[in-house]
């Protein structure tokens, strides 16, 4: 191809939660395109990444934000970022907290909340205002297949994920025009840190590889190829969607 659609030459992306799981595979894929990364993480260890962006001949540089302390985090973004032009930001750190809803505890609730939503759309805010001055940008948001299911045990969890699916197409509605696409990604049950709970329950385990059509749980490197396409020039008319990458568990 003479003019690659999916390249990421030159762009610059921010990625968070990119120590570990799905952050660190969509990071290590962006550079693998030609992006530079700045890898935003809060307690976890960066080398990993890091060095994997550097043996693949990319460049990265690390910042520290702790994305569940709202009233601190337009100050850490401008300390360590400022007005540096970012191209692509992958709202990817969120966490989980399982608990019947009868006893949810009332703090975990609104830490998941913190995170998973009310950090995405200040991240958004930040960056997207950049992007819509040069008029080019690319959000991608990680949704969740609880964006479209109830889930079990984690009502805050699914409450969020669905309200960034909702953000997504709302940012996406005001923004395409100005040339800024906002998008998600619904990862199906990927093996990460994440759902380390689940995959060591047998039961619950296996009958949830059984209802997955391609029968086994994603590696976070599947997640990759899809943020390149969101990322890239090859979805510039692609607007307010959100893409599942579940092995075609929401297709049964
Ligand atoms: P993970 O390995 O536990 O990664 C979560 C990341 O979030 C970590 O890198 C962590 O960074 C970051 N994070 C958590 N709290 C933070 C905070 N207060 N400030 C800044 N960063 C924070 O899990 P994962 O499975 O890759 O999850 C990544 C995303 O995919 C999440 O949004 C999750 O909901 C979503 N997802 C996962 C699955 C799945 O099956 N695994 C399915 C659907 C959606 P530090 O380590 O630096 O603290």
Redo the contacts with the bound molecule.
């Keep these: 191809m003479r003019n690659n659609p999916f390249s990421l030459a030159g762009k610059k992306a921010l990625v ?10 969509i990071a290590l894929g962006l550079a693998e395109a030609g992006a530079e990364l700045l890898l ?7 080398e990993e990444t890091a060095a994997r962006i550097a043996t693949a001949g990319g460049q990265s540089r690390e910042v ?6 709202l009233d601190q985090l337009n100050r850490q973004y401008e300390e360590q970022i400022g007005s540096e032009r970012i191209d692509i930001l992958v ?6 907290w399982r608990e019947p809803a009868a006893e949810y505890d009332t703090i975990k609730w609104h ?1 998941v909340i ?3 939503l009310h ?1 995405v759309f200040q991240l958004s805010q930040l960056v997207g205002k950049g992007m819509l001055e040069r008029e080019q940008g690319k959000i991608i948001n ?5 964006s479209f299911q109830g889930g079990i045990l984690v009502p805050a ?1 699914t409450a ?2 669905h309200a ?1 699916a909702g953000l997504t197409k709302a940012l996406a509605n005001e923004w395409a025009s100005r040339n800024v696409q906002v998008n998600a ?11 380390k709970a689940i995959r060591e329950d047998a039961a619950r385990n296996q009958s949830i590889v059984s209802r997955i059509p391609a029968a086994r ?2 590696e ?1 490197s599947d ?1 990759a190829g899809a943020a390149v396409f969101l990322a890239s020039s090859a979805s510039d008319y692609v607007n307010g969607h959100v893409l599942a990458v579940d092995g075609g568990w929401l297709a049964r």
């Design positions: 968070t939660g990119a120590a570990s799981g799905i952050g660190q595979a935003l993480g809060h307690r976890g260890n960066m520290r934000i702790d994305l569940g302390d709202n990817n750190a969120g966490i989980i830490e913190d995170v998973n950090a990680i949704a969740s297949l609880l969890y969020s994920k960034v990604i619904a990862p199906g049950y990927i093996a990460t840190a994440n759902t749980w994603g976070a997640l």
